[in-house]
């Protein structure tokens, strides 16, 4: 209540107080063990009304189990409000793992379409219970609520593309330009890192193998998705070997393919996420990151140094150049500003996408090849054959292919001066074209407009669904 209303007597009244969840276990118990209702008003201070409504409602309350740091409870929730904080939590964490910031808006409508898809999966008297007579609204008391007790502010960004977001972004670009104008470094020495996620065995929705695979569990969904963290220099002339993330240590597959891991064409780590931590990035610094640049400045005749520009993601937390070995002390860290990454990070400029669209276009040839040449029909190869020992060798295919172009354009909002000018389309290629082309001799009802589809698919957005088998899979990891 406002706290300016007045009451009958002109006094100011005050704002209700609302009673935590745990004082209502308590109430509700102390009444159980023979404590009056009057004792109950006079301990609590609080209308015989409100107790009163406290044991009416008792085995309701006794149900509910709020989210953690869920201190007030001004209406009745029930488990599936929490549940759908809690899966929504989880998806928020998901962004923050890509250092993708989301805004107030965007939150509010993925809870009401995680609650919506709760209510589906409830009975009738379940859905009259959450309903409350009002349904669940993700309003701006409720969002404000949520936020206080989540703790998810680093995270939310407040409007799209706000004049203070770009305004940050302006002021990052000085910082950086004299960053470099200062102590002289050459693009050959600035390198980008960036983390994108991959459900590598994903079909557009449209194709005759997609639908069969809406028959396999969520869970089997879950375990095709990882996590890779691609890195290259402002220049473009090198690439660094991936950091990538898996759900399983050691897949079967890796048993029948006699895979040595070492000899990867990534930095292989698993966790039951599928995501990269801080513990494995500072390993991919060391054991990669650092010997790799080290050896190129040497042989390029370069000075030692050099910059690795990283986004706030938690597997970057600060601090992160205390962690280099000794040899690596020549290696600095430099972080861009929140809500900047959108606008300003390099591997967000195009380099992600065009990995994405070349790992399908590899992935469509490989399937053509195999049912051209085999008995096989596409079925058969994506059910029983298609397995990550040939998503790996594809991954590094695409990464590979990545043009030199790609990657320096991708400089040209943060560092324009070091963009290679160029005539006209030299060099561009068509990939979706070929996707489309490769898709349509297989038989498949591809479009350009699919594929663009599919690549965003390719991305970390789950579903409610995924949400509730991801967290079964940490609960139990």
Sequence with gaps: MDPKVKDKTGEKKKPKKMISMEAKHEIIAKHERGVRIIDLVIEYGRNPSTISSIIKQKEAIKKLQPSKGVPIISKLRTNIHDEMEQLLLLWIKEKQLASDSVSEAIICVKAGAIFQDLMRDVTETERESSQGGEGFKASRAWFDNFKKRSGINSVIRHGEASSGDIKAAENFIKVFEKLFSEEGYLPQQVFNCDETGLFWKKMHRNTFIMAEEKSLSVHKA????????????????????????????????????????????????????????????????????????????????????????????????????????????????????????????????????????????????????VTENTNLTLREFWKNHYNIVICLKLIDIAWQGVTKRTLNSAWRKLWPVVVLKREGFEGFEPIEEEIVSIGRSMGLEVEEADVADLIEEYAEELTTEELKELQKISHSG
């Design 222 to 369: 879950m375990e095709d998705r990882l996590t890779l963290a691609h890195c290259a220099n402002a220049i473009g002339d090198f690439k660094i070997k991936p950091l990538l993330v898996y759900h399983s240590e050691k897949p079967r597959a890796f048993k029948a393919y006699k895979v040595m891991k070492e000899k990867l064409q990534v930095l292989w780590h698993a966790n039951s996420n599928a995501c990269v931590t801080s513990q494995f990035f500072i390993e991919w610094m060391n054991i990669v990151f650092g010997p790799s640049v080290k050896k190129y400045l040497i042989d390029n005749g370069l000075p030692l140094k050099c910059v690795l520009l990283l986004d706030n993601a938690p597997a970057h937390p600060p601090g992160l150049e205390d962690d280099l070995l000794v040899e690596f002390k020549f290696i600095k860290i430099f972080y861009l500003t929140p809500n900047t990454t959108s606008t300003l990070h390099p591997m967000d400029q195009q380099v992600i996408s065009n990995f994405k669209k070349l790992f399908m276009k590899h992935l469509f040839k490989c399937c053509f090849e």
